[in-house]
């Protein structure tokens, strides 16, 4: 078992903050990258609105500075995935990974949410070719153009509106005759001119051009089995997130959506052990954002350390395994 001070769960924006700011505290995180490194922002196409880069850059451009930056400073990434964790016995945790085992002082948990998904047939592979979980990353992109919105929550109405700043006409596609979003979001819907709707009806599949972008979609309506395709240069999906909280078990307080509860110091509800990022904020979801809540978690943490000082273990003790 390795013993260290600081053990990062997930990589994405959250967890490179974190990464960045316990390693120049001196603290050598270990950070587990997960399945993908940099998260849902190393799939970003292009990232427009990330302050200091008036040009923009591509998603994994950015993963990739943000880990140089880490590194710099002597952060280690670990190309790995957590299995299990046990932070009932307090710190030292323990993080087990596919490969290793760990314990740790502290934990700082970052490891995101996932959009959920329509499972149809050219979504996955029309991320970045006109498909997109994300309006306020990718609605720029869409100036001038006709797209779809699927979803009929207070996200999916929210991210219509906002994409009328930029597209031409927004339809909002919902497998039911009624919205579930709030009466006032629905009211801001029906007024605007650039948005049609198309109830009871469910996406198919994502059609593309000979150009390889998206062009069309594949529709089906659900209660007279009809189908037909809709032409568009764009589908936006808002049909809820999952976040990726099952590992933790009862260990951590959660909400009823599985997000890690956290307090304003990004404390969850056991000592020493912190989250950011989107695994604990299901309203904002930016790049910016995670960044922020990973800085304060790490902050948090290396407070936390050094009042604990004299309780931790030295790092070239490697704590017996609890008892069954």
């Known amino acids: 078992m390795k013993k260290e001070r600081v053990v990062i769960i997930g990589s994405g924006p959250a967890g490179l903050a974190s990464a960045l700011y316990t390693a120049r505290a001196q603290l050598n995180p270990v950070v587990i990258v ?37 590194e710099s400073f002597g952060a280690e990434f670990v190309y790995d995935i957590v299995e299990s964790v046990d932070f009932t016995n307090g710190s030292p945790f323990r993080v087990k990974t596919m490969m290793e ?68 006409k927004v339809t909002v596609i919902h497998r039911r005759d009624e919205f579930r979003a709030g009466v006032q979001l629905q009211k801001r819907a029906f007024d605007n ?37 809709f032409p568009t240069e764009g589908v936006f999906i808002f049909i809820g997130h999952i976040p990726n909280s099952p590992i933790f078990g009862d260990q951590l307080a959660m909400n009823e959506r599985g997000y890690i509860i956290t307090d304003d110091r990004m404390r969850t509800s056991v000592e020493g052990v912190f989250a950011a990022g989107e695994i604990q904020d299901e309203i904002w979801r930016q790049v910016a954002t995670s960044v922020g809540q990973g800085t304060s978690a790490a902050m948090q943490a290396i407070h936390w350390l050094e009042e604990h000082e004299e309780d931790l273990q030295p790092l070239d003790e490697t704590p017996e395994p609890a008892g069954d």
């Open 193 to 229: 001119e650039k948005i049609d709707i198309i109830w009871d009806t469910v996406v198919e599949d994502v059609q593309f051009g000979d150009d390889g972008q998206v062009n069309a979609v594949g529709l089906k309506n659900v209660k007279t089995d009809d189908t037909s395709t």
């Open 34 to 70: 997960g399945p993908q490194l940099g998260g849902q922002a190393a799939i970003t196409s292009e990232v427009e609105n990330y302050p200091g880069f008036p040009g923009g850059l591509s998603g994994p451009d950015l993963v990739d500075k943000m880990k140089e930056h880490a």
């Open 101 to 168: 085992e760990y314990s740790a002082d502290a934990v700082i948990v970052t490891i995101g949410a996932d959009p959920r998904k329509l499972g149809v047939a050219g979504e996955i592979e029309g991320v970045g070719k006109g498909v997109s979980y994300c309006g306020t990353c990718d609605g720029f992109f869409f100036r001038g153009r006709e797209i779809v919105v699927v979803g009929g929550g207070d996200s999916a109405l929210e991210e219509a509106i906002f994409l009328t700043r930029f597209a031409s």
